[in-house]
């Protein structure tokens, strides 16, 4: 098993930044990959990054591409850097974690969550 918790995110106008953390334990080794999802009210969760753990290639959904950074250290630890936060940005933002081999986009693919945290962005 694999315990994931969160950390980071608030409130902050537009135009700022936050920085969410997301801690590893447990049977990590199993880990390829690390990502973020997002899910704001009424809606469904959405893919916003992830990392593989060996080798670090990242990648991004389009509608945070250019503006947030994903990062990783020591494959027990991500990151996520929010820059140019946007209103539209506002949603609970989660941390899972996926011990598939292939790069997925797809939630159902992640085995583990985080407990999720509150992004607010104020205009």
């Known amino acids: 098993q694999v315990q994931l918790v969160e950390s980071g995110g608030g409130l902050v106008q537009a135009g700022g930044s936050l920085r969410l953390s997301c801690a590893a334990s447990?049977?990590?080794?199993?880990?390829?990959?690390m990502g973020w999802f997002r899910q704001a009210p009424g809606k469904e969760r959405e893919f916003v990054a992830n990392?593989?753990?060996?080798?670090?290639?990242t990648y991004y959904g389009d509608a945070v591409k250019g503006r947030f950074t994903i990062s990783g250290d020591n494959a027990k630890t991500a990151y996520l850097q929010m820059d140019s936060l946007r209103p539209e940005d506002t949603a609970v933002y989660y941390c899972?974690?996926?011990?598939?081999?292939?790069?997925?986009?797809?939630?159902?693919?992640?085995?583990?969550w985080g407990q999720g945290s509150q992004v607010t962005v104020s205009s």
């Open positions: 990392i593989r753990l060996k080798g670090g290639n």
């Open positions: 899972a974690a996926s011990d598939l081999a292939t790069p997925t986009v797809w939630k159902e693919r992640y085995r583990y």
């Open positions: 447990g049977r990590t080794f199993t880990l390829y990959y």
